[in-house]
């Protein structure tokens, strides 16, 4: 199974990515089907055309809106539309991430429920065929990961159904902001908006890792042209690649051998609301893990045993907090090797919403994956349900996982 990296070259639109998945080769029926099976297919035209930017080739995609009515579409009426219409249940569920995430961002930035948010352009024809099409392109290719690099915003204004907004539109803002995604400010004076709220929505619910593989082979690509004019090539290109990522962390020994350094010290002479001060400023200050207990000590005392996992690089800055911070006058330390699993952190989407989850590799290759304590604390308190109870939708409705980091 191939990955799936989206260059932004140097911005990204819905039109754009249509485009270029096309010229990749995804058929122009599966594209199709989607808005077929939602009652679209006499609102619009949809056409494929050889085209170019500044004399690279590529695919501009155009549809013409012949939609009478063109009536305003709002979140309701467009949730409705996606969850009667007889689709694929994981290309359903693709489509609605696009459009709950654009109507949560809409949301947003005009101070209202997202279920009363009226879409102006995301509603119209044309935007409801760009995000259809590419999530049915992307379901078609059923990529094993999806790669992308980071987008450019522009800047000047853009005319909207709101009046001229600048680049970026609030709505792009929001996104951003929502997903963390990563974007590259320009040291070029680009007048026109690079990167659209619809290419921003897809990248932030279709991509997996928003940076490219550190090393991988091209097999096949596609190239969406855009409709603005640049003085440089405006366009897309969706590769088909062959990703080595896994391949190089597999070669790593899972178990990982790494060498820590633990410090600990027994205290008689603190009360024990400093030692919690001072076991949280351990922490704080970026120890693995603390762990302390009461204990007996000389003339019957009762004192705290502290002990710290720490890098072991960053042994002599943790001693100073010792002598600084506490009132112990010696600390014990030794140089301790540990195995540990590969793990990274991300998110997934759930029946709850998009929750934080932590990813484990297991040494036969199998990964395991389970909700942070805080967020089924906090869904516990919200639904009023048992951790138990939470925990098994959490398991039984997960779909897509998105990583914030690399496995380490």
Known sequence: MEDILIECAPGISGDMLLGAFYDLGVPKKVIEQPLIDLGLKDLYNLDFKESESLSIRGIKARVENIDCDSKQRNWGSIKELILNGHLEIKLQQLIYKVFESLANAEGKVHGIKSEDVHFHEIGAIDSLVDIIGVCAALNYLNPKKVYCNEPMLGKGFV????????????????????????????????????????????????????????????????????????????????????????????????????????QEAWIDDQTPEDISNFVEQLRNEGAYDVSYQAINMKKNRIGFSIQAILPKDKREYFRRLWFDYSNTIGVRERIQSRWILLRRRGECSTTFGKIKVKQTLKPDGSITMKPENDEVLRLKLDYKKSTEEIRKIIEESSTKFKAFENWK
Do not use: M, W
Not at 182 to 208: C, H, M, R, Y
């Open 159 to 262: 005319q909207t159904e709101h009046g001229k907004l600048s680049v970026p539109p609030p709505a792009v803002i929001e996104l951003i902001r929502k997903t963390n995604i990563k974007v590259i400010s320009s040291f070029e004076s680009i007048e026109g908006e690079l990167s659209t709220p619809t290419g921003i929505a897809l990248l932030a619910n279709l991509v997996d890792y928003l940076q490219p593989p550190s090393k991988y082979s091209i097999n096949s690509y596609g190239v969406g042209i855009g409709n603005l004019k640049f003085p440089f090539p405006n366009l897309v290109r969706v590769y088909k690649i062959t990703s080595f990522e896994d391949s190089s962390i597999n070669q790593q020994i899972n178990p990982k051998y790494e060498e820590i350094s633990v």
